[in-house]
């Protein structure tokens, strides 16, 4: 349905036509907010992760969200029960996986980086096993919407979702952006770090926890939207140097371009393409780059 | 205002490396740590910089416990220079040097202050790498680059100063200009400083007085020309050596390893 300038303006200010006021109501504004709001806490939960991890190959979903969320998305959609809890228990399980890796992640004396990221990969790796076996186990119909989830896609997200999401979204942008200076901090080394009168585990339990709650927040009206996370820090450090309270904000509005240009591009076929993989046709090209032209420095910050 | 070690034990995981060790450090002073490979010295500085928590015994600060300040109270008035220093590719001077002001800002303050701004300037004065503000750290010279990370430590406004080896990665041109440079500050700014010094030489050369471990433990602590005897190396370095009387004071001459 095309709608000229005018018709457009019109029924944004709820006048003229009533079905072109229920078509940029109802179906097209709850769908751009959606995918701001998706963009944004994921490339701002990229760049914390990044920035904390202090590796470049960090990305939302590294620690585990992904697999966490996955698995209870593949079982609500594929077994086809407790479909409207999907949001809620997709948040619920990316949160949960989060919490049992930074438990893993225990050392002594304080969360090791490195065990953070391998304990990530290995539950990932163990949940996608059995996400597999209850995706082949499922039927045809539900397998695939099933698989659509996990690709990620905004088709039909209204308002509905985003009220439940978005005020902790919001307020982890925010609060995401405030922990700028701990992150340049953190980017000189640990022991640095501490030299410089930061508490290593608090900073680490904070970044991850605002992460955490953008990157479930993402999940759960989405699905498993890749590379906005990923490659969206990248671009903004490239612009913007390497101070993080420049890069936060633009991370976060990088991630609402982003997403909201892609969803557009999903769109313009003739049959809607998931925005998932959109952003990951156009991301790997754009990370392969960014990987080759910085070959000194691959990983690093 | 003492940096105290008391009954001082630490290392890592079950492995204790540094043991029971007692130390004051006088104000103003250069207090040197120096020992054979393995002996627990670098050990021994991260305890004292709190980068690792002690098994037991403690640490001082102002008669207060390192662990039980808040952090960037401690950070106040201690400053360490690590040995192995990461670098964000494209962080430039200026930037580094203003993150030793972290500690003096409350954490909602988004930019610097004009005391900080300061005593910034200040700090890339004495280290004299004014000239390299908007430069990126990691395209620097070895010794340009420790200068900056020492004008970053010089920001943080401490009282006493712990560094990792500094002298490394230098050549001896940079090795002497360096330590020359915390003689000054040393003297002029009246700063603490406790370093692990792996050269000997070096070490009775610059330092006040000087802490010899020995299997984690301080075999002996004293003005240098008390510490620096032919039995002290044996003991602590497992050599035979001379000692000889240098324009520059008492100075080693290695002549065998056991």
Known sequence: ?301 | MPLQAQQLSGGYADKRIVEAVNLTREKGEWLSLVGANGSGKSTLLRLLSRILPPQAGTVLLDSKSIHALAPTEVAKQLAIIPQQQVLPPGLTVHQLVSLGRTPHQPWWQWDLDSQSKERIALAMEWTDITQYRDRSVAELSGGEKQRAFLALALAQDPQVLLLDEPTTFLDVHFQLELLELLKRLNQQQNLSIITVLHDINLASRYSDRIACLRQGQLWTVGAVDTVLTPETMREVFAIEAAILTTPVGLQICPLSAY
């Open chain 1, 1 to 301: 349905m095309q709608l000229s300038w005018r018709e457009f303006g019109l029924a944004l200010m709820k006048e003229g036509d009533p079905r072109y006021q229920v078509i940029v109501w109802d179906l097209r504004l709850p769908r751009v907010v959606a995918a701001m709001i998706v963009g944004s806490a994921l490339g701002l939960s990229g760049a914390l992760l990044q920035g904390m991890l202090r590796n470049g190959l960090a990305s939302p979903f590294l620690l585990g969200i992904s697999a966490g969320s996955g698995l209870v998305a593949v079982a609500v959609l594929g077994l086809g029960i407790w479909q409207i809890w999907l949001p809620l228990g997709a948040w619920l399980g990316g949160v949960a996986t989060i919490v049992l890796v930074y438990f893993l992640a225990r050392t002594g004396t304080g969360i090791s980086v490195e065990r953070l990221i391998l304990g990530g990969v290995a539950l990932s790796t163990l949940f996608g096993a059995v996400q597999s076996m209850l995706l082949l186990l499922s039927p045809d119909g539900q397998a695939q919407a099933a698989l659509s989830w996990l690709i990620g896609s905004l088709n039909g997200r209204g308002w509905q979702e985003l009220v439940v999401v978005a005020p902790s979204v919001l307020v982890s942008l925010v609060a995401g952006c405030l922990l700028a200076r701990q992150l340049n901090v953190l980017s000189l080394g640990d022991d640095l770090a501490v030299g410089l009168g930061s508490s290593l585990m608090r900073s680490r339990i904070l970044i991850g926890a605002v992460a955490t709650l953008l990157a479930a927040g993402a999940v759960s009206i989405a699905g498993l939207v890749g590379f906005v996370g990923l490659i969206v820090p990248h671009g903004v450090r490239l612009l913007v140097g390497t101070d993080y309270r420049l890069v936060l904000p633009f991370s976060a509005l990088g991630g609402a371009f982003v997403l909201s240009v892609a969803d557009l591009l999903a769109r313009l076929g003739p049959t809607e393409v998931p925005v998932g993989i959109v952003t990951a046709v156009m991301g790997s090209p754009v990370f392969l780059w960014l990987l080759y032209r910085r070959k000194s420095s691959v990983g690093g910050l």
